[in-house]
């Protein structure tokens, strides 16, 4: 099982950009598939990104809107990527990371991080 931890989150202005990184220990990335999901305070988790584990299949939340985009680490494959522009307060939430091995369903993401925190301010 691959152990995941993000880092990049802050305190940011509307408008601004963050880069978020997922980095992964005990194995590397191949054979996964990856996705961003965030959860505001006292709202669900919601899927942000996903990318399959051939680098295909890339998928963003309607939210997004052109302002993420999600990449993986080819050369090492040990890192996913979620790098934010145009950062609204709505954007504000826990960021997390997740992976499964292969794809087997958008419920089925068993690896987890814990979290970075992102707020933006108005």
């Known amino acids: 099982q691959v152990q995941l931890a993000e880092s990049g989150g802050g305190l940011v202005q509307t408008g601004d950009s963050l880069r978020l990184s997922c980095a992964a220990s005990?194995?590397?990335?191949?054979?996964?598939?990856m996705a961003w999901f965030r959860q505001a305070p006292g709202k669900e988790r919601e899927l942000v990104a996903s990318?399959?584990?051939?680098?295909?299949?890339?998928?963003y939340g309607d939210f997004v809107k052109g302002r993420f985009t999600i990449s993986r680490d080819n050369a090492e494959n040990r890192a996913v990527y979620l790098q934010m522009s145009s950062l609204k307060p709505e954007d504000t939430g826990v960021y997390f990371c997740?992976?499964?091995?292969?794809?087997?369903?958008?419920?089925?993401?068993?690896?987890w991080g814990q979290g970075t925190q992102v707020t933006v301010s108005s």
């Open positions: 997740a992976g499964q091995l292969g794809y087997r369903g958008s419920d089925r993401w068993s690896s």
């Open positions: 005990g194995r590397s990335l191949s054979g996964y598939s």
């Open positions: 990318v399959l584990w051939n680098g295909g299949g890339i998928f």
